[in-house]
């Protein structure tokens, strides 16, 4: 089911996401509240006059899917509720090296003070967006959806997988309980595929997807009632051998070392997920930049 959100930066909003808490703990790391000396920018307090001014414009030195502006705006206001902000592109677009993203004007201790939270937060999801974006872009004209996985920063799942619907891909599981996944760990302890989806189903689960990595699994997760099959580490070949015997029963995963220069051939065999962990385990942070000048 797709999450429905609010991307206007006065009223941001995610399901599971609180971002008043995540502005007021990112602000306290980095100001270290509750340490002894810690509670302010010392380098802003002691160089930047209390009433001082300055304008800025955040930009992009890269071609990116653009994510988290409202976030960035957020922290911003945090420090300086007057600040005038001006996003310049909505959230997920596609813009070249040298666009424009966000104008901001306000008290340049505060903006100062927030400024390399709010790029952290920008950089950051922007990266996996476009990554997705880029992933997107190479699966062709096919069937086949891109999914994240769990593979994320503790405490920023919910952000890392908004980045990823940003850039144009789909979230797999949001954690261990919205849905079960078996795999070769559980299936070791249970004694089999068959019987571990039996357990599942039996506990009452609606949704059990079922990784196989060998053909010979298939049967047995089906029969017991897999919802979902996850082919794991196959091939194009034994993708398209698998998907011959699922014969469209249940819809069919392809994951495990999907690489930009491979995902193509594996969403053309026609299946229906390609899950890729790389999208928030490894996408690189994107160059954006910010210059103030005093006004």
Known sequence: MATVYNTNHDSFTLPGFDLDAFVANTFAEDLGEGLPGGGLDVTSASVIPADACFA???DS?????VCGLPIAAAFFRALDPAADIELLVDEGARV???????????????LLTAERSALNTVQHLTGIATLTRTYVDAMGDTRARLLDTRKTIPGLRVLEKYAVRTGGGHNHRMGLW??????????AVAGGVGEAVRRALGAGV??????????????????????????????????????????????????GGVRLDTIGAIAATGV???????????APAADIGLDFTPL
Do not use: F, W
């Open 56 to 58: 800025g414009v955040m």
């Open 96 to 110: 070249a090296p040298g666009t424009a993203l966000m104008r901001i004007a306000g008290q340049a201790r505060a």
């Open 272 to 282: 229906d997920y390609i899950s890729v962990g790389r999208l928030t385990q490894s």
């Open 206 to 255: 609606r949704e059990v997807i079922c990784e196989v990595d060998r053909i010979d699994q298939i049967e047995p997760a089906l029969t017991a009632g897999a919802t979902r099959l996850l082919l794991d580490n196959m091939g194009p070949d034994m993708l398209r051998a698998a998907l011959a015997i699922v014969a469209g029963r249940v819809p069919c995963e392809a994951s």
């Open 61 to 65: 030195r890269d071609a990116i899917s």
């Open 178 to 187: 919205d849905a079960a996944m078996i795999k070769d760990n559980h299936v």
